[in-house]
């Protein structure tokens, strides 16, 4: 009788055990926003600065500012404005020249959240989005630009360009690899 009890206690310990493992070691997965400038971006505005703030996910907002191209930051939702005037904790995505994530106000760009998780525990640690570069006269020139995610602190770790071939999984791997050890006070920027 204590045999069966012991075993069938150890049984539901694994079961448990192993329950618990999916959730926390959950393959990483991204979930998709899609934003239209004039639609979802409204203005903001503190003192001197203006932007546009686009509803992201999983508790992060797109600050972008339409007088400065190459200026686009993530922030925890509801702290946009307060951005504007403070830009201690939040750092720029610096596209470089004249860089856009809008060529005009009917284009559609789409964020990428990669985050880990299942169900509503998914919880996102990067985001990847696509800045156009102002470069021969045109925007053709793009770069994939991949963001850490925290709630006190998110900043820039690298840009892929557009023009290398599987540019989608490098800044996925690269969000998947860095975003959750990047100190965005010692770490660099890195380019592909």
């Not at 926390?24 to 203006?50: L, T």
């Not at 045109?138 to 290398?164: E, F, M, Q, W």
Request: charged letters at 20%; proline letters at 3%; hydrophobic letters at 35%.
């Amino acid at each position: 009788m204590h045999l069966k009890t012991a075993f069938l206690m150890l049984a539901m310990s694994v079961a448990i055990l192993t329950t618990g493992s999916d959730e926390a070691f959950a393959e990483p997965r991204s979930d998709y926003v899609f934003v239209k400038m004039e639609r979802d971006c409204p203005v903001i505005q503190a003192d001197f600065y203006q932007g546009r703030a686009c509803t992201g996910m999983g508790g992060y907002d797109v600050v972008y500012n339409d007088d400065k191209h190459g200026y686009l930051v993530f922030v925890p939702s509801g702290q946009s404005a307060g951005y504007l005037q403070t830009r201690d904790r939040y750092q720029e995505i610096q596209g470089g020249s004249f860089a856009i994530m809008f060529k005009n106000a009917e284009d559609i760009s789409a964020i990428e959240f990669r985050g880990s998780g299942t169900g509503t525990n998914w919880t996102p640690y990067a985001a990847i989005v696509r800045m156009s570069e102002f470069r021969d006269q045109n925007y053709d020139h793009n770069a994939l630009h991949i963001v850490k995610l925290s709630p006190d602190r998110t900043c820039p770790i690298a840009s892929v360009g557009g023009d290398i071939s599987g540019h989608n999984e490098i800044a996925r791997r690269i969000a998947d690899e860095h975003a959750m050890t990047w100190n965005c006070d010692v770490d660099r920027l890195f380019q592909y």
